[in-house]
């Protein structure tokens, strides 16, 4: 996903990190444009502790970020990946680098890498978990221990970014991290998808992959306006690149078309390991790659 961010080292221009307790014993943590929302099952010790340490990692999270924006933004080329400073920053490298033939930037990643980060931490700092969500802005990273599962709603599009379906991990799936990707989203899309939901073995490499498989979904007709992304957002990590700004009802024809241009992004990131599952909708139709039996479902 490629997110806005504060400018490059400059983390200061923020309200500091804040934490709150929701309904139903959730975890709201929040500075900046980084908002997450994280629910953990199992033991009261553990998720006491879990919660603790996740809100103390929570404070670095922004600041880390914004140190190393130059290198984050810029495109990834070449033979060898860039190195990082932070952690963080590693993962999203990492996420992104395989994807390097078609234009993308560590931004790509940003929002799953957060969430593996908190998600990693709350498991060193807490044993007896059961299930973990950490979901920013609706790219999640998920935990679920050998007996369990955990149900995660998905959206067919962002504009409503009402769950109509829903996905079940359990602990032997190779599943997590859960992203969503599309022209409506959060961040600019140089695609037409209304979403795109992956499943991968990260949230940072589901995010990543989402981004992808969503600029994948694509047609050249009058009712798709692009502009570039520059023009909406100087900050933008896309620069000059054309992003869709608005679509219209489309022939059939030109949905379909565009799908299965997404589709053979999708099955060929699914032949490289680098996701388990993917979910495409566009004005009202779906296509499913790698789908096995009852993992995507309709909401009861």
């Not at 900050?235 to 059939?252: H, I, N, Q």
Request: proline share 7%; with cysteine.
């Amino acid at each position: 996903m490629n997110a806005r961010a504060p400018a490059a080292g400059d983390a200061s221009r923020w309200p500091p990190a804040q934490a709150a307790i929701l309904p139903g014993h959730r975890l709201h943590l929040q500075q900046g444009p980084i908002d997450l929302v994280i629910k953990a099952e199992g033991q009261p010790a553990a998720i006491n502790d879990a919660y603790r340490a996740a809100r103390e990692r929570f404070r670095s999270v922004l600041g880390e970020l914004a140190a190393e924006l130059p290198l984050l933004r810029r495109p990834l080329i070449g033979d060898r990946p860039p190195v990082a400073k932070s952690a963080i920053a590693a993962r999203m490298i990492t996420a992104c680098w395989p994807h390097r033939a078609r234009f993308i930037t560590p931004m790509a990643a940003v929002a799953g890498a957060v969430a593996d980060a908190i998600k990693g931490t709350m498991l060193e700092a807490a044993t007896g978990l059961d299930t973990l969500y950490a979901n920013n802005g609706g790219d999640v990273a998920v935990h679920v221990a050998e007996g369990h599962q955990l149900r995660i709603g998905i959206v067919p599009d962002l504009a409503r970014a009402i769950p109509e379906g829903a996905i079940t991990v359990v602990s032997d799936s190779g599943i997590g991290g859960i992203a969503t990707s599309g022209w409506r989203g959060r961040s600019f899309s140089l695609g037409i998808a209304d979403a795109v939901t992956v499943l991968a073995p990260t949230a940072a490499m589901a995010d990543a992959a989402a981004t992808m498989i969503a600029n994948a979904v694509d047609a050249d007709h009058p009712a798709v306006v692009v502009a570039p992304a520059r023009s909406i957002d100087p900050d933008s990590d896309l620069g000059d690149l054309y992003v869709t700004v608005k679509v219209g009802r489309l022939p059939m024809k030109f949905v379909e078309a565009a799908l299965a241009r997404g589709m053979d992004q999708a099955d060929t990131l699914l032949g490289q390991g680098l996701i388990c599952a993917a979910a495409l909708t566009l004005q009202g139709r779906w296509q499913f790659s790698g789908v096995r039996s009852g993992l995507f479902l309709p909401m009861a």
